[in-house]
């Protein structure tokens, strides 16, 4: 598990009101975080029809097409 080394940010009646943690900490629970998202979508998308390359490439063309038109 991620260790989380956080500093607590205290009000005038010492009463936590806030937490810091390092950029490098926070970065890594963004990334852990994205994972699990991605993750997540991969189990929604799991049991959708697939394209074939041929159609794949086709709908790539016409979204680049629409894109260039806009």
């Given amino acids: 598990m991620l260790e989380i080394n956080k500093n607590y940010v205290l009000d ?3 009463k936590p009101i806030a937490v810091q943690i390092s950029i490098t900490e926070f970065e890594k629970i ?5 994972d699990y998202g991605l993750g997540k979508l991969i189990e929604e998308v799991e049991k959708e029809e697939t394209l074939s390359k041929e159609k ?5 063309a016409e979204i680049k097409n629409q894109n260039v038109e806009n």
Avoid: K, P, R, S
Wanted: aromatic share 8%; no cysteine; hydrophobic share 40%.
């Fill in 12 to 14: 005038t009646n010492q």
């Fill in 56 to 60: 794949a490439l086709d709908y790539l």
């Fill in 30 to 34: 963004e990334e852990i975080l994205e």
